[in-house]
Structure formats: structure tokens, C-alpha cells
């Protein structure tokens, strides 16, 4: 009776981390497949947002749970990137997936839990160096799927060209004699 009992138990668990390892890796090899459409979306993304520099041409890109945080930063974090103009082409364009790494035994318990919901929320990260008609820069663009499809999670373009400062007008006596 026990060692009925221990068999099917046995035969259970062994059930149940065969279909995780189903399931964990028909998602990885679905992120492995898509990756030129992520390279795609994140050229796009920034492409139309070059083209006016207004945070509302990418509203339908945003994830919901970043919306408010990203009206915010990308209304405030345009003004800084502006002068480089309409993105011409993006080279060196780089897919990252979160749960490719390391090797997940070598991490700590909330790490690997991390990076599982990194994988089960298909989170990617794409960067490219992006030529401006004034520079270039390099886009980072972190993606998350919502309701089927990839949102945009967070933005960042870091220009490399230096930006002129401003000159200020020189010092003036003023006399009133």
C-alpha cells in the first residue's frame, strides 16, 4: 500500500517537472524565435518618437503599469535629447532576454525568482547604437508582455555627442548717472 502509494506520488512530481520544463522552455524558445520582431519594435518605437519628440506618439507603446512613470520621465527626458533630430539608422542592435544570462543554478533563491518572472512576463531588453541626424546615441528599450502583446516598460537614450552649452549673455554694469 506505501509503496503504492510513494510510486504514484513519485510518478506525480516527476509529471509535474516534466510539464514545467515543457512549459519554461516553449517560452524561452518563443522569445528565442521573436527576437527580429523585438529588434523591430524597438527601432520603430524610437523612429516615431524622433520624428515629433512628443511623449504622445508613443502613448500605445507604454505597458499600463509604467504609463504614469514613463509620461513623466520621457515629457520631462525629451527636452535633453531633442537637438538630436530624426533617428536615420540603428546599428549594432543587441536582444537581451533575462533568463539567458547565467546559469540559473548559480544564483541566489530571489534572483532566480526574478529572473523566472522576468521570463514568464517575456521581459526583453534591446539596445542599439541609433544615428540621429544630430549624432549619435545609444537606446536602451525594456519590453514586457501585456494582453498578448509587447509593451514598452522603460526608455533611455543617452546621446554621445557632447551638447554646446548654452552661452549666457555677459555681465553688465548698469549705470544710472
Known amino acids: 500500500m506505501a509503496r503504492t502509494f510513494f510510486s504514484a506520488l513519485g510518478l506525480?512530481?516527476?509529471a509535474l517537472l516534466m510539464f514545467s520544463a515543457s512549459f519554461l522552455g516553449n517560452i524561452a524558445a518563443d522569445l528565442d524565435i521573436r527576437r527580429g520582431e523585438y529588434r523591430s519594435l524597438a527601432v520603430e518605437l524610437t523612429r516615431e518618437l524622433s520624428q515629433t519628440w512628443q511623449s504622445a506618439s508613443i502613448e500605445p507603446y507604454y505597458a499600463a503599469?509604467?504609463?504614469?512613470?514613463l509620461a513623466l520621465l520621457v515629457g520631462a527626458y525629451i527636452q535633453a535629447v531633442k537637438p538630436l533630430g530624426p533617428l536615420l539608422h540603428a546599428a549594432d542592435v543587441n536582444v537581451e532576454v533575462r533568463w539567458s544570462q547565467t546559469a540559473g543554478l548559480l544564483l541566489s533563491p530571489d534572483r532566480l525568482s526574478e529572473r523566472l518572472t522576468a521570463l514568464l512576463n517575456r521581459?526583453?531588453?534591446?539596445?542599439?547604437?541609433?544615428?540621429f541626424a544630430g549624432g549619435l546615441a545609444g537606446v536602451t528599450a525594456e519590453f514586457k508582455r501585456e494582453d498578448g502583446?509587447?509593451?514598452?516598460?522603460?526608455l533611455r537614450i543617452d546621446s554621445r555627442q557632447e551638447q554646446p552649452a548654452k552661452s549666457s549673455p555677459e555681465r553688465r554694469s548698469i549705470s544710472f548717472a
Not at 503599469?65 to 512613470?69: K, N, T
Open 12 to 14: 506525480l512530481f516527476a
Open 65 to 69: 503599469d509604467a504609463r504614469e512613470e
Open 123 to 131: 521581459a526583453v531588453k534591446v539596445s542599439f547604437v541609433g544615428r
Open 149 to 154: 502583446r509587447l509593451k514598452l516598460w522603460r
